[in-house]
């Protein structure tokens, strides 16, 4: 047995890492492809550490990126994310990761996938290729290369770095991509009634936006919505009500036929959110957050368990139901007459923007914004056992 050798990057997006590739550096084989990249991320791990492996043990560092030029018109490139299982050796293609969607653009300029101007912002257009949306990055270049350092402060992550302007276009129209998912409202309802077993009669908003995402009411999980991780993801009993929660809604948005189908072949999407009016708590860095600076109160689930700060596409989720009258998360916090809405997350606040419109009783939403960052932490090659 040899040691392949790939050329890879190992980059942060927002509050989440992943290992990007260049498409054309990958076998084209799917099921030959997904093998390798199980390998490069240390998965399936039954110690859970992901010892041997790039992957980082946690839902937002358990992640794979794959990239190449677009031939799609207005789009420079093509956008492949998959979500890679811990302790099973699955990928699952089905969505998009919001916050590694911040990082593609760099990736693609510094790859030399797209021409940036020397000095000055770079406009990178992305196919995500999961969900069929175009995302646009606007990147900083100096001196011909990509800037990554600055005073942008992202909460959920440690130190400062360069702002990327990042806008979803379209993030609730019906989808193209592998994800599937159909309409906004995939039911035709902006709440429907779930009745769950073990857990009840729970009220939520199934919407398509970002990826597929359920929407439900803290207290109907028995929560208050100022949880952190360490307050939920050694609660098995909580995490069992959640993952039926997110296993019905699924089959009711249509994305699988079964319960069983969700949990053990759909663990990425769609993603289960609570939310909850505003009240004062404690973030995971011991920053104190005031019930008077936020609009709402948003967790969400990852993966099986409560992610540390909120996934980018949760974030595009939350704008886009906010904006629109009669879902769950406008019921506790309609977006403001500029159409943002700024929540708490368990490691601070977030705020974003949603370009929506009501046209004929049937609501639109055109762009979702919201600001990231994004770093190259290790580039060369990534070493991976072979025939």
């Known amino acids: 047995m040899k040691q392949l050798r790939i050329p890879a990057v190992y980059m942060r997006g927002g509050t989440s890492k992943g290992v990007f590739f260049l498409a054309h550096d990958l076998p084209a084989d799917p099921a030959i492809r997904d093998r390798l990249l199980l390998r490069v991320i240390g998965s399936p791990d039954r110690y859970g550490k992901h010892t041997d492996g790039m992957g980082g043990a946690t839902s937002s560092t358990s992640k794979v990126v794959i990239l190449s030029k677009s031939a799609r018109a207005g789009c420079d490139v093509d956008y492949n994310f998959g979500q890679v299982a811990i302790d099973r050796p699955v990928i699952d293609w089905s969505g998009n990761c919001g916050n590694l969607s911040a990082a593609v653009g760099a990736f693609a300029l510094s790859a030399g996938l797209v021409e940036g101007p020397t000095d000055g912002t770079a406009t990178v257009n992305i196919w995500q290729m999961n969900i069929g949306k175009k995302i646009v990055n606007h990147v900083e270049m100096r001196g011909g290369e990509v800037l990554e350092l600055g005073d942008f402060e992202l909460d959920g992550v440690a130190f400062p770095a360069a702002e990327v302007k990042v806008e979803f276009l379209d993030p609730a129209a019906d989808e193209e ?189 055109s762009k979702v914004m919201m600001s990231r960052s994004a770093r190259r932490l290790m580039e060369g090659w990534v070493r991976v056992p072979g025939d």
């Open 177 to 365: 991509g592998e994800g599937g998912g159909g309409a906004m409202f995939p039911t035709g309802n902006r709440i429907d009634t779930l009745d769950v077993p073990g857990v009840g009669r729970v009220e939520a908003t199934l919407i398509n936006a970002g990826n597929p995402t359920i929407f439900v009411d803290a207290a109907k999980l028995g929560l208050k919505g100022t949880e952190l991780q360490g307050d939920i993801n050694g609660d098995k009993a909580m995490l069992q009500r959640a993952e039926a929660v997110r296993a019905l809604g699924a089959v009711a948005m249509g994305l699988c036929a079964t319960v069983e189908e969700a949990t053990e072949k759909r663990p990425h999407t769609p993603k289960l959110a609570f939310v909850a009016r505003p009240a004062p708590y404690v973030a995971s860095d011991g920053k104190k957050i005031e019930a008077g600076s936020i609009d709402l109160l948003a967790r969400i689930f990852s993966m099986g368990v409560l992610h540390h700060a909120m996934t980018g596409t949760g974030a595009v989720a939350i704008a886009a139901a906010g904006a629109i009258p009669g879902t769950i998360v406008s019921r506790v916090a309609p977006a403001g007459a500029d159409g943002r809405v700024r929540f708490g997350h368990p490691s601070g606040t977030l705020s974003v923007g949603a370009e929506a419109r009501d046209e004929g009783g049937q609501w639109t939403v």
